[in-house]
């Protein structure tokens, strides 16, 4: 019977250790701490007060083409937008959705028949508030807008304010970032895709300050990611090619605002050339860590897209240059060091 006890003890015990992870494993399931897979795409991640909240598209069961639509348009219910917490950057605990769909009006812009995409949320010091922007769009991507909502804590719930066409051009793909100075930038791919906007966010962060540059003109970049290191800033982008992986590119400027400097693919190893078969979606800076920032992509399943994975890699620097080689698995203690391996290039 001691036996017994002890043997279950151990299996008890394991089992929990089994569910603690310790390491990031990019394109694999990646579970929550209920043990289910975290549905939170396009996403990205908001440090405060010494925790990280992840923020995603909470994506519907289904997935179908839209009706009438000519592309490779393929969508799930608008589920809106999901919150899971961490400490570690591993373990997620689900928070909920945190921006609800409105399942009662039709013509609601987060009716589930929308598109709800690549939510982010800045926190903003003045005013207290957590400020969601996203894009807003009909099931065959013509309205092309961008939504803004907003709520006293980074669990939510936030509050649905209104979409527009910022600057007076439509809105697609898109990133925020919240400048050392407290200054907030929209980014986002604007004249049909073509171009790429990155517009001044009033004090309060609801909405458009008028200021605004247009940045590599008919390059027909998408899915934004942005951070700053030593004082510069950096961009990385992909092509426009719907669900589909293409090659990333990374950018450079002194200001934010541009002029920007087209570099080269960061990415290296294999499937290089096609992003690993991901897309970027936000570029997180590790609490702490310096240089320590993971690039995060999103690996979509178009014709399953709930199942849609996470490629999360640490970024690498060479001076000013970075690069992003793949890595089958990794841990924090890994960052903000340079890598030695195969894949440097
Ligand atoms: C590429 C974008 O980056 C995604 O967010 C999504 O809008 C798909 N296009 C839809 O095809």
């Not at 151990?10 to 494993?25: D, G, N, P």
């Not at 994506?59 to 639509?69: M, N, Q």
């Not at 092509?239 to 400027?253: L, R």
């Amino acid at each position: 019977m001691k036996n017994f006890c002890l043997l279950l003890a151990c299996l008890c015990v394991c089992s929990v250790f089994s569910c603690y992870a310790q390491s990031i494993m990019p394109g694999k399931e990646w579970k929550d701490t209920d043990g289910n897979p975290i549905n939170a795409h396009g996403g990205g991640v908001l440090y405060h007060d010494g925790t990280y909240y992840w923020y995603g598209e909470y994506k519907g069961e289904h997935t179908y083409r839209s009706p009438g639509v000519d592309w490779d348009c393929y969508r799930t219910e608008a589920g809106g937008v999901s919150c899971y917490s961490s400490k570690d950057l591993y373990n997620w605990k689900f928070e909920g959705i945190v921006l609800e769909p409105d399942t009662l009006n039709p013509h609601s812009d987060i009716h589930p028949s929308m598109v709800i995409e690549r939510p982010k949320v800045i926190y903003n010091d003045e005013t207290g508030k957590f400020v969601m922007w996203m894009h807003i769009d009909s099931y065959n991507y013509w309205k092309a807008a961008a939504g803004v909502a907003v709520s006293d804590s980074p669990t939510g719930k936030f509050t649905y304010l209104r979409s527009m066409h910022p600057n007076g051009q439509i809105s697609r793909d898109m990133t925020l970032f919240k400048d050392d100075d407290g200054k907030a930038y929209h980014i986002y791919s604007s004249e049909g895709n073509a171009t790429l906007y990155i517009s001044l966010l009033t004090d309060d962060y609801l909405d458009h300050s008028g200021t605004y540059t247009r940045n590599f003109p008919n390059k027909f970049r998408e899915a934004p990611a942005i951070f700053k290191r030593n004082g510069k800033y950096y961009m990385v982008t992909s092509g426009c090619t719907g669900w589909d992986p293409n090659e990333a590119e990374y950018a450079v400027a002194e200001s934010i605002l541009g002029p920007w400097k087209a570099v080269e693919n960061p990415c290296r190893g294999k499937d290089a050339d096609k992003t690993f078969y991901g897309q970027s979606t936000f570029i997180l800076p590790v609490n702490g860590k310096k240089d320590g920032y993971i690039m995060m992509f999103d690996k979509w399943n178009k014709t399953n897209l709930i199942d849609s994975r996470y490629i999360w890699l640490p970024i690498v620097f060479e001076g000013e240059n970075l690069t992003i080689p793949w890595m089958e698995t990794w841990n924090l203690d890994n960052i903000g060091c340079r890598f030695v391996g195969e894949n440097r290039k």
